[in-house]
């Protein structure tokens, strides 16, 4: 009989930490591994037997061990088609070792698979084993996986222009904003395209900003400069045009001769559908018109305009 209870429990955790262990034998083959050596031959296998013996699946050994490389394939089918730039960089089979020892360290903790790689470039940041490409992998990961984010973030209502203003504005879910130690948007379309990337002359690393977005089917990736992504940071926190580009000017990100460079930008941004409405933001702004009237003198900029809170509430 199946346990239950409290037993039952304890058997999916060790089933699941069972399927968790790394493959083995001709399993490592199909999977395109390269060997480890013998198969574990007791661990693994015989727990998985002494647990499927009462579920009446016939046999257990062959039931387990298709069960198990089908969780192996599938994640690791799933990193290969996520990651085909960081493939190219790093070679199939140091790529392979690499996301095999990845999904070791990370199991996955998301019911999609788009999640998978969510933690991979930090993961291969400054490994000894990747010698000096390292830092660009890390790089080209970290792109690789906004894309991924980016296909499947949800729709929000855009923001009409006459109301950027008035209304309370967010940042679109698709966009991904990104700050790379590496100048990395040629090398990643290179690799992508060529699969061959020992024909690319890899250049000294320079910090680039990258912005990762959906364009209908169509994923994107732009680079923007660090003056606009503060303003995109501040619109994201701070849910106001006016009060954003205030924390820009006060932190002297921004000037009076910078008008014309901002209004491009915004336009921009809104053709590609960066600027959205902010859901939910009209009951904060609703509490703070409540804070400012109930404590007035907590507004150390009231009559000079230079309050951000209040500027976001009125």
């Known amino acids: 009989m199946v346990p239950m209870h409290d037993d039952l429990l304890d058997l999916q955790r060790r089933f699941l930490a069972g399927l968790q262990e790394p493959l083995a034998g001709p ?89 998978l790689p969510v933690g991979l470039a930090e993961f291969i940041q400054d490994r000894p084993d990747l010698g000096g490409v390292s830092g660009l992998a890390a790089d080209v990961a970290r ?9 499947e973030a949800a729709d929000a209502p855009l923001l009409p222009a006459a109301e950027l203003l008035t209304a309370p504005v967010g940042l679109a879910k698709h966009l991904q904003l990104l700050r790379c130690a590496n100048s990395i948007l040629g090398p990643h379309r290179h690799f992508r395209q060529s699969r061959r990337w020992r024909q690319l002359q890899l250049r000294p690393p320079r910090p680039q900003v990258l912005a990762a977005y959906r364009d209908g089917q169509q994923l994107r990736v732009v680079v923007v400069t660090l003056r606009e992504l503060a303003v995109l940071e501040a619109l994201a926190q701070l849910g106001s045009v006016a009060a954003a580009l205030q924390q820009c000017r006060d932190r002297g990100i921004l000037g009076a001769r910078d008008a014309r460079a901002v209004q491009r930008w915004f336009a921009r941004w809104q053709s590609r559908g960066w600027l959205v409405r902010r859901l939910g933001a009209e009951l904060g702004r609703e509490e703070t018109r409540r804070e400012h009237a109930a404590n007035p003198g907590a507004c150390l900029g009231v009559g000079d305009g230079q309050c951000t809170a209040h500027n976001a509430a009125t």
């Open 27 to 115: 399993q490592r083959d199909m999977a395109d591994l390269p060997p480890v050596g013998p198969a574990p031959a007791g661990a693994v296998v015989d727990r998985a037997i002494a647990l499927l013996a009462d579920l009446r699946h016939s046999p257990a050994t062959r039931g387990w061990a298709t069960y198990r490389g089908q969780y192996w394939y599938r994640l690791l089918d799933s990193l290969r088609e996520d990651l085909p730039a960081l493939r190219v960089l790093l070679g199939e089979a140091t790529a392979d070792t690499l996301f095999e020892a990845y999904l070791l360290a990370n199991p996955p903790r998301s019911p999609t698979l788009r999640h």
């Open 143 to 151: 792109l690789e996986i906004a894309l991924c984010l980016a296909y």
